[in-house]
């Protein structure tokens, strides 16, 4: 009986030192995880914070809210670039 005591106690002393290590690695994965989000969130800010100052300057440059302007604007750049591809790949 104690040596079904004891191997029990044994099997469940390595279940125990499989979880703790499953532990670590899970700590640490974590811990690379918050640092690649924390990266993320500051890459995020300074995005957004160059977009706030493009769209900015594009309202100052275009210096209009009439919304025919603004889509004969945006039709005459979008055939602009298109007339630039074909001239760049033909």
Known sequence: ????QDEAL?????AVN????MAEEIHEELGQQNK?????????ADAEEKLGL???KLAK???TK???QLGTILILCLIALILFFLV???
């Open 18 to 21: 499989r979880v703790g290590v």
């Open 66 to 68: 009439n919304k025919c």
């Open 1 to 4: 009986m104690l040596n079904q």
């Open 10 to 14: 044994d099997d469940l002393d390595l």
């Open 88 to 90: 760049l790949y033909t």
């Open 61 to 63: 440059l275009l210096k």
């Open 36 to 44: 690649m989000l924390t990266e993320l969130d500051d890459d995020l």
């Open 54 to 56: 493009v769209m900015g």
